[in-house]
């Protein structure tokens, strides 16, 4: 029997779903869907269980979706469910051909806020916005101008020589499979982009540029660049992984212990640099948190723990008319839950709300509050989060009972959620869930002090 693959047939989904994947829960993306299809109609398991490997050309792929979206994963979350179910991964090996096997693709990435170092903007440039930074091109304009770069870098007369999307050229290397045996791949003309490339006096910097705050990246990003220009220039060729979040550069410099090995990949150093120099005292805080209360919104209390990320999507959110729930699990680094959790504390404080589309797929835009903060220069943006947080009852509480008596412990947070009117949560495991957010959040507010 043929069968035709088509991914709004909810029968045949749900089909594959049962039979390639084993977390029944799974919320299933577009992207997922159209693997299930792929993987069903080419048996790609079946391949890779024999031949510890597969190779699938960008024509199959777009059966079903457009291969640039099937086939880029920056972040582990976001590969498809039967990928990290069956430990794969998919590197381009050129052009219009893919490699998928059971490999680990991706590198851990610690972003803190630690250790800041205070940098002088320009006063000479008017075009460029130190206050405003929307992109990565512009994140990378004002590391360059202000000197972030030549101190981090620890390099002389530093020029930009490289960017945009280019071919790799041919190179091989080796990356581990599951078994500790090595896959050796070759490429031949894989198309690469690179952010930056910075030449100075004693090194080419290859720089990697994300908006987005993550546990980790796609390790291609760095190598792919490193290995295309290896053999071009003689100068050693520094990688380098730029994240710019929330008025702050983190700089990560990575080397490959063994060029030709994919996974050799070590940190080498990480600083962190930003403009702002207007601290927030614990004077203002306190004064924001005597407002006036408001209403508990009927939105799920936040489930989400790290307060920078929140800020973070509201950055991206920013920059976009709307975003679908599908467009924020691919482009950020999210799973469907995720998704859902993020934009839910974002409508939990009034800075975004939810709409549907004509399909009933949910979208988001950010409302006149969220335009105001977040398009606000930083510190101001700061206290206005502030205020956005404390007008809620149960983190107005945590956040004096935090002040007078020092840090609460998780059961003392309940407590105060308790004594609290919180919409719709009915259990103790749901408190208790609940309590890391708050603690994360009033951490955060603390954090600006310290």
Not at 127 to 145: G, K, P, Q, R, Y
Not at 208 to 237: C, H, M, S
Not at 420 to 431: A, G, H
């Amino acid at each position: 029997m043929t069968i035709q693959y088509d991914l709004n047939d909810s029968g045949l989904i749900g089909f594959l779903k049962s039979k390639y994947i084993k977390a029944k829960d799974a919320i299933l993306t577009k992207n997922d869907k159209a693997w299930l299809c792929l993987i069903d109609k080419y048996k790609i398991l079946d391949s890779i269980e024999q031949n510890n490997c597969y190779s699938i050309e960008s024509k199959k792929i777009n059966q079903f979706r457009e291969s640039r979206l099937m086939a880029k994963f920056d972040h582990y979350i976001n590969l498809p469910v039967v990928f990290q179910e069956n430990n794969l991964s998919i590197l381009p090996i050129s052009r219009g051909e893919y490699f998928i096997a059971k490999m680990k693709t991706y590198h851990s990435l610690k972003v803190t806020n630690d250790n800041i170092t205070y940098m002088v903007k320009p006063d000479n440039l008017e075009s460029l916005d130190f206050e405003n930074i929307n992109s990565e091109t512009a994140a990378i304009n004002c590391a360059l101008a202000s000197g972030i770069f030549k101190d981090f870098l620890e390099d002389e007369n530093l020029t930009p020589t490289i960017d945009g999307r280019m071919g790799s050229g041919q190179f091989s290397f080796e990356i581990f499979n599951d078994n500790k045996n090595f896959h050796r791949i070759n490429v031949t003309g894989a198309q690469i982009e690179i952010d930056s490339g910075l030449e100075g006096v004693n090194y080419l910097s290859l720089i990697e540029a994300k908006r987005n705050l993550a546990d980790d990246f796609l390790v291609r990003q760095l190598y792919y660049p490193f290995k295309t220009w290896l053999g071009r220039v003689t100068k050693p060729i520094k990688p380098v992984y730029l994240v710019y979040s929330n008025g702050i550069f983190h700089l990560n410099e990575y080397r490959f212990e063994d060029p030709n090995r994919y996974d050799s990949i070590q940190l080498v150093k990480s600083k962190n640099y930003t403009f702002s120099t207007s601290d927030i005292t614990l004077d203002e805080i306190t004064e924001i948190a005597k407002q006036k209360i408001t209403e508990e919104p009927k939105v799920a209390f936040p489930q989400a723990d790290n307060f920078e990320r929140v800020i973070n999507l509201g950055e991206l959110l920013n920059e976009n008319d709307k975003f679908t729930r599908d467009k924020v699990t691919e482009k950020y680094a999210f799973d469907v839950r995720q998704t859902n959790y993020y934009t839910d504390a974002l409508r939990y404080l009034g800075l975004v709300e939810r709409r549907y589309e004509s399909n009933r797929q949910p979208y988001y835009i950010l409302t006149e509050e969220g335009e105001k903060v977040f398009n606000s220069d930083l510190r101001t943006r700061k206290l206005l989060l502030i205020k956005n947080i404390l007008e809620h009852e149960v983190f107005n509480k945590v956040f004096n009972d935090w002040l007078n008596n020092g840090r609460p412990n998780k059961n003392r947070v309940v407590e105060l959620m308790k004594e609290s009117y919180i919409y719709n949560i009915d259990s103790e495991d749901t408190y208790k869930r609940r309590a890391s957010s708050v603690i994360g959040w009033i951490k955060w507010i603390f954090s600006l002090v310290e």
